[in-house]
Every structure is written in structure tokens, then in C-alpha cells.
T-cell receptor
Framework: ETGVTQSPTHLIKTRGQQVTLRCSSQ?????VSWYQQALGQGPQFIFQ???????GRGNFPPRFSGLQFPNYSSELNVNALELDDSALYLC???????????????FGQGTRLTVV | AQKITQTQPGMFVQEKEAVTLDCTYD???????LFWYKQPSSGEMIFLIY??????QNATEGRYSLNFQKARKSANLVISASQLGDSAMYFC???????????FGAGTTVTVRA
């Protein structure tokens, strides 16, 4: 089975620009969650997509938006980039239909975004 | 609201020795799951071990074991026989029955010395 892959691995953007990050979920997984991890901190939940619908959102402004496609891959879009958006963005896929607390989340290697 | 606390920002351990990483959590939900992840410098989060709130026994996975003390809301990770490859950041995380997101602590950096 293929793992979770994210692209690009590194990205440098200018303040005010827009960025799109991509995530291919693991085969058989219908749920994708996005996390933001600032340097030296733990990941913070941005939002989750389950079967193409947003299903839960963390404390992030509306300029953070996303999509999930019929093949369950996902995009994270960030508009009007700010310097504080510089972080590692992690995508995690899982199979929510298993209905278990132990729904294991498989993470990608992340996209390191730098806003200058 | 969930909260995960990891009070040790960094730890050094000698190769082949055991190390305990502390994690306390706060939730009002009776049903929840606790996870430990390892994050090497490459960035990927690697799942290590899981403990359910109703599990009667402490979880073990190879060299990893979880010291679960429910009344104290504590879920410490024990790594036995440390190896150089164990040097990484370690995160404690929690999920409850009503919310499929993972809530993470701030992490503990472990450095294994030869």
C-alpha cells in the first residue's frame, strides 16, 4: 500500500501571496486532517475532511481553506500569507469508517513553508 | 477542551538505558485514546503506541511501553534499551470519542548518547 505523500516538500512565499499544498492519502483511507506545526511546537489541528466534506475545524482564520477530492486526496489553501504562517504543514490520513478511537493516523513527511 | 502537557522540553539518555517521557492530559470525556508519536528531523510523524481509556492493561509495542495512570491522567512513554536512532522529538496526543482530531502536546526532544 502507498503511504501519505505531500507536495511540495519545501516552499518559500512572499507575505500576501497565496499557497496551495497537496496531500495524497494512503490507499483505502477516506479522511484527511491537516496540521500546522510551528518550529519547536506541537502540531495544531487546522481542519479535517471526511468523504469530501469538511468535518471539524480548529482555531484558524477563513483564509485557511481546503478541499478533498473523490480519490480522497486533499489540498490546503492559504490566502494572504503572513509571516506567522511559516511552519511545517502535516497531512494525516485515516479510515474514519472504522469508527474506532484507535483510528490510526498516518502522516506525510510535511511541507515546510517559509513566508518572507 | 482537551489539553496535553509535556513538561520535559529535552532529555539526554545513554545508549542502552531506559528513558521515561512524561505526559499528562485533561479531558472530561470518559472515552478517549492516547497516542505517542516520534518525529525525527525529517519531519514525518511516526506512530509508536496507543492506549485506550478503557484498556485494562498498559500498552506495549516492542521497546515502547506506556505507563497509564488513569486517575492521575498520566500516560508516560517508556523507551527501553535506547538506541542512537531513537534521537528525535516525541509527542503525546489524545483523541476523544466526539472529535476525530488529534490534540498534541508540545513535545520532548530525546538525544541518545553513545
Amino acid at each position: 500500500e502507498t503511504g501519505v505523500t505531500q507536495s511540495p516538500t519545501h516552499l518559500i512565499k512572499t507575505r500576501g501571496q497565496q499557497v496551495t499544498l497537496r496531500c495524497s492519502s494512503q490507499s483505502g483511507h477516506n479522511t484527511v486532517s491537516w496540521y500546522q506545526q510551528a518550529l519547536g511546537q506541537g502540531p495544531q489541528f487546522i481542519f479535517q475532511y471526511y468523504r469530501e466534506e469538511e468535518n471539524g475545524r480548529g482555531n484558524f482564520p477563513p483564509r485557511f481553506s481546503g478541499l478533498q477530492f473523490p480519490n480522497y486526496s486533499s489540498e490546503l489553501n492559504v490566502n494572504a500569507l503572513e509571516l506567522d504562517d511559516s511552519a511545517l504543514y502535516l497531512c494525516a490520513s485515516s479510515d474514519r469508517d472504522r469508527g474506532s478511537l484507535k483510528m490510526e493516523a498516518f502522516f506525510g513527511q510535511g511541507t515546510r513553508l517559509t513566508v518572507v | 477542551a482537551q489539553k496535553i502537557t509535556q513538561t520535559q522540553p529535552g532529555m539526554f539518555v545513554q545508549e542502552k538505558e531506559a528513558v521515561t517521557l512524561d505526559c499528562t492530559y485533561d479531558t472530561s470525556d470518559p472515552s478517549y485514546g492516547l497516542f505517542w508519536y516520534k518525529q525525527p528531523s525529517s519531519g514525518e510523524m511516526i506512530f509508536l503506541i496507543y492506549q485506550g481509556s478503557y484498556d485494562q492493561q498498559n500498552a506495549t509495542e516492542g521497546r515502547y511501553s506506556l505507563n497509564f495512570q488513569k486517575a492521575r491522567k498520566s500516560a508516560n512513554l517508556v523507551i527501553s534499551a535506547s538506541q542512537l536512532g531513537d534521537s528525535a522529538m516525541y509527542f503525546c496526543a489524545m483523541r476523544d470519542i466526539n472529535d476525530y482530531k488529534l490534540s498534541f502536546g508540545a513535545g520532548t526532544t530525546v538525544t541518545v548518547r553513545a
